[in-house]
T-cell receptor, first 113, second 113 residues
Framework: TAGITQAPTSQILAAGRSMTLRCTQD?????MYWYRQDLGLGLRLIHY???????GKGEVPDGYSVSRANTDDFPLTLASAVPSQTSVYFC????????????FGDGTRLSIL | AQSVTQLGSHVSVSEGALVLLRCNYS??????LFWYVQYPNQGLQLLLK??????LVKGINGFEAEFKKSETSFHLTKPSAHMSDAAEYFC???????????FGTGTSLTVIP
């Protein structure tokens, strides 16, 4: 089973350019999440969506936007990339209940130069 | 507010020795607790979870964790370390009133031959 698919796996991007990180799940989970992982800081929540058509801000939302047009897809957009957004980005999904764990993709490694 | 503290960003053990990774949480309501493992260049995988019931939880790969409410702890243990256990480990908490997960900053486990 595919689970969570993230694309691209890695990218080098010039500062000021825009980029969309793609995330697709095939588990029909209601909730989806975007995290960034930085050394010494663990995972920090950027945005989340509890169901299709709704989104919410996490701990570090500035500079990022998301949309949730359907259950399966949850793209993350950087409108104008800055070097501080260099990170590894993980998409995750879960059932709506907090009882259920999150399932993670393999991440996108993004370098902003 | 909820938070997770993982004591020790780096832990080294000899192969065959006991593994103990510490996790303390703060939560205003009874929490759901999770341990995840991350191997290099991969996403997080669920090791085990505590929701309700028995406080000693067994997970995959021989790991277990015990929920101690009086100590607000959920330490991860394994009786005998294997080389393949070398990875990053994350503790996470989710309250049963919401759907946001809070992660610790991670503990990197090194297993010495």
């Amino acid at each position: 089973t595919a689970g969570i698919t993230q694309a691209p796996t890695s990218q080098i991007l010039a500062a000021g350019r825009s980029m969309t990180l793609r995330c697709t799940q095939d588990m029909r989970h209601n909730a989806m999440y975007w995290y960034r992982q930085d050394l010494g800081l663990g995972l920090r929540l950027i945005h989340y969506s509890n169901t299709a058509g709704t989104t919410g801000k996490g701990e570090v939302p500035d500079g990022y936007s998301v949309s949730r047009a359907n259950t399966d897809d949850f793209p993350l957009t950087l409108a104008s990339a800055v070097p501080s957004q260099t990170s590894v980005y993980f998409c995750a999904s879960s059932e709506i209940s907090g009882l259920q764990p999150q399932h993670f993709g393999d991440g996108t490694r993004l370098s902003i130069l | 507010a909820q938070s997770v503290t993982q004591l020790g960003s780096h832990v080294s053990v000899s192969e065959g020795a006991l593994v103990l990774l510490r996790c303390n949480y703060s939560s205003s309501v009874p929490p759901y607790l999770f341990w995840y493992v991350q191997y290099p260049n991969q996403g997080l995988q669920l090791l085990l979870k505590y929701t309700t019931g028995a406080t000693l939880v067994k997970g995959i790969n021989g790991f277990e964790a015990e929920f101690k409410k009086s100590e607000t702890s959920f330490h991860l243990t394994k009786p005998s370390a294997h080389m393949s256990d070398a990875a990053e480990y994350f503790c996470a908490v989710n309250s049963n009133t919401g759907n946001q997960f809070y992660f610790g900053t991670g503990t990197s486990l090194t297993v010495i031959p």
